[in-house]
């Protein structure tokens, strides 16, 4: 059974760091592109960072730019995503996705973690 796991979600006030995880596990993902999603109340869901598997030239969002780091142990299947300077607009449920061709949509998504920036 292939699942994503994210962890490292929680309240935090503005100005602060929080570094989220997702563990993937039940298939291989060797090639697979791995990103962030981030859907708040009322908004649609938008990709904040993606990172192929290389590692080379990640995709950030222009809100996200200068302020969020994604990172990935290929060893441990794990995807990152340090978040520095939080700002209240960044509250969120953020999910981690996997992506195996860049022309098809992303295969495998987590279940999500809160994230809450409290100004």
């Known amino acids: 059974q292939v699942q994503l796991v994210e962890s490292g979600g929680g309240s935090v006030q503005a100005g602060g760091s929080l570094i989220l995880s997702c563990a993937a596990s039940g298939r291989t993902f060797r090639g697979y592109a791995m990103a962030w999603f981030r859907q708040a109340p009322g908004k649609e869901r938008e990709c904040v960072a993606r990172i192929t598997w290389s590692g080379g030239n990640p995709y950030y969002a222009d809100s996200v730019k200068g302020r969020f780091t994604i990172s990935r142990d290929n060893a441990k299947n794990t995807v990152y995503l340090q978040m520095n300077s939080l700002k209240p607009e960044d509250t969120a449920v953020y999910y981690c996705?996997?992506?195996?061709?860049?022309?098809?949509?992303?295969?495998?998504w987590g279940q999500g973690t809160q994230v809450t920036v409290s100004s």
């Open positions: 996705a996997a992506q195996n061709s860049v022309i098809s949509n992303y295969d495998y």
